[in-house]
């Protein structure tokens, strides 16, 4: 296969599909977040500006990396037990006028051209280079005159915290973003020749795909860049900010590695090590380089054209460089020619996206995926079965349609949203006689991927949502509803599990034989809260009728959310925005 590089801004792959997120983030997570911040609510820190104290967090992790330099060689200290890389330096000149720190890949261009400036052209004299990737560079307390990191992205988040550096003029280099893969893999996520993230996170959802790894965003310039490119791809398949986070952290939550290596992963396919590497993002020049080379695995650079960004390498000079004139010179010295038979690029990369000014736009998606973890959820979901569900509404696009007819769509667009670690049923609730009990089992409670005849329970789910219909002349026993069925996930809780009751109604308790004042129901619910057996309730009521007062108390007694729902994108919003509340830095 041939990378394809994308065309026009209007021929970008947005995506021809609306993939499911049935294997996506266990998101129960979505709806498990109100449970997380119930956890959380009583812990207090200072108050920090957003910017300063997602920097702290970042110099943080970057600096559990542990810099020793002893003998002039930088190691990092990593929490996996694979050994510690050493990332070489130069060592020191005694006579260097202006100190350079470079990405360890443009090094040997920039160390080449600063022999041309040294006297017997040797690697010691006025100018020194020492390789460093970009995480090393930031977290020394003593910062180079010249700095020449692998992206510009490196060159904000300095900037957060005072360390300031001009970088004049374009970038010295480029480099895409690519992602490597066999040949074969790279066609499970690419449509009509063109590779995209959202085809890649379809292809791991839906398990086409078996293993996707990235790097760490927070200590490494591939990871940082690949997930800003995936949350902006992701925006392009919705227009809510907080579905689009929450589509791309599907990919986030299925990675096989989430701190690859990828120079060391390319060592290893190159001497058959590893026979298989799924699919990896990595730059250009280093896949290159690695073609160039003797290899016993065949790689081929997948391009995706819903994200496509790129490793700029600027020339930044330190505020507080005295040697300018020599920072000059060197930068002159650094010719085209050498970069380009380096592997690298010297123009920019067409329709590659720009980065944000900010450094919380791109530090933001990388802490939520540094700290994300995976969690399994059981969940309830109660719908409501009565006659006032037939009640007509007007949705938001002014249409006329049913309270119903509204649930159903809600119900079908949440269920994608349900991830592998759930366990999941599904109650109808309703009395179309005076004898029929509260509320009947649909979907027995039980892991949402486990087979129940020749079905899954998430297809039986799906199908139970889109079949439903609401009872004429039915009665609403919500709250007997909502005790029973926080009665019975009650007795299901257990320690690293997220339960939840998900109750879509239009939110009112009447006209069956087991109605009860809404005093006495939350007197009932606050009695038999267990906090140490923490159930909250996900409300969503409907039509501008619906009893919100009600929904909203019983949300708030178990710490749980209520949502007014009148468009069926409102639920997954909400729930997206639950999810993204637990995850937030804290």
């Not at 919380?360 to 006659?387: C, E, H, N």
């Not at 297809?459 to 026993?477: C, D, H, K, M, V």
């Not at 007197?523 to 969503?540: E, N, S, W």
């Amino acid at each position: 296969m041939t990378a394809a590089w994308p065309g026009g801004g209007n021929e970008l792959f947005v995506g021809a599909f609306w993939f499911t997120i049935g294997g996506a983030v266990p998101v129960l997570l979505v709806l498990g977040a109100v449970l997380m911040r119930s956890m959380r609510r009583r812990r207090t820190r200072p108050k920090l500006s957003r910017v300063v104290f997602r920097r702290r967090i970042f110099v943080g992790a970057v600096a559990v990396l542990l810099v020793t330099a002893v003998g002039g060689v930088v190691s990092w200290l990593h929490d996996d037990p694979a050994p510690a890389r050493p990332t070489p330096v130069a060592l020191p000149c005694p006579d260097a006028g202006l100190r350079v720190a470079a990405a360890p890949e443009i090094a040997p261009v920039v160390r080449a051209a600063a022999r041309t400036l040294n006297p017997g052209g040797t690697d010691c004299g006025p100018v020194t280079v020492s390789a460093e990737t970009p995480a090393v560079t930031q977290a020394a307390a003593r910062k180079p005159d010249v700095w020449i990191p692998s992206s510009s992205a490196w060159l904000r988040v300095a900037a957060v915290d005072g360390t300031k550096y001009t970088a004049d003029g374009a970038p010295l280099a480029r480099s895409p973003i690519v992602l490597a893969a066999s040949e074969a893999t790279a066609r499970q996520f690419t449509v009509r020749g063109h590779a995209s993230w959202a085809a890649l996170v379809d292809g791991v959802a839906k398990h086409r795909i078996a293993r996707v790894s990235m790097p760490d965003p927070l200590h490494d310039t591939t990871g940082i860049l690949s997930v800003y490119a995936v949350h902006q791809a992701m925006a392009r398949t919705t227009k809510d900010p907080g579905i689009a986070q929450l589509r791309a952290l599907t990919l986030r939550s299925r990675l096989a590695d989430a701190t690859v290596d990828p120079a060391a992963l390319l060592r290893q396919a190159a001497t058959g090590a590893v026979t298989d590497i799924g699919v990896v993002p990595t730059t250009e020049q280093q896949l290159a380089a690695y073609r160039k080379g003797s290899h016993a695995v065949e790689l081929t650079a997948a391009v995706p054209a819903d994200g496509l960004v790129e490793a700029d390498y600027p020339y930044a000079i330190s505020a507080s460089a005295t040697h300018r004139d020599l920072a000059e010179r060197l930068r002159a010295a650094i010719s085209p020619a050498a970069l380009t038979a380096a592997g690298f690029r010297v123009a920019a990369t067409p329709h590659a996206l720009s980065l944000p000014e900010r450094a919380d736009g791109l530090l933001d998606p990388a802490l939520q995926w540094a700290q994300y973890r995976t969690l399994k959820f059981q969940v309830l979901v109660m719908i409501d079965g009565s006659g006032s569900m037939n009640q007509k509404i007007t949705d938001k696009a002014g249409q006329g349609t049913t309270k119903a007819a509204l649930l159903r769509e809600t119900g079908l667009s949440a269920s994608q949203l349900f991830g592998e670690d759930t366990a999941i049923g599904l109650w109808q609730f309703g009395t179309p006689t005076a004898t029929s009990p509260a509320h009947q089992e649909v979907v027995p409670l039980g892991p949402i991927t486990e087979k129940v005849g020749d079905r899954t329970r998430r297809e039986i789910l799906s199908a139970g949502i889109a079949g439903y219909r609401a009872l004429p002349n039915s009665g609403t026993p919500l709250f007997r509803s909502v005790l029973d069925g926080q009665a019975m996930m009650r007795g299901r809780a257990a320690p690293g599990t997220v339960t939840l009751v998900v109750v879509l109604t239009d939110g009112k308790d009447e006209q069956s034989r087991f109605a009860m004042d809404s005093g006495a129901f939350l007197g009932q619910l606050t009695a038999a809260t267990d906090p140490r057996r923490p159930v909250p309730i996900i409300a969503v009521g409907y039509g501008a009728n619906a009893d919100m007062t009600a929904l909203t108390a019983m949300a708030k007694t178990t710490g749980g959310t209520a949502v007014a729902a009148t468009d069926p994108a409102d639920v997954a919003a909400a729930m997206a925005q639950a999810f993204l509340a637990a995850h937030a830095p804290s």
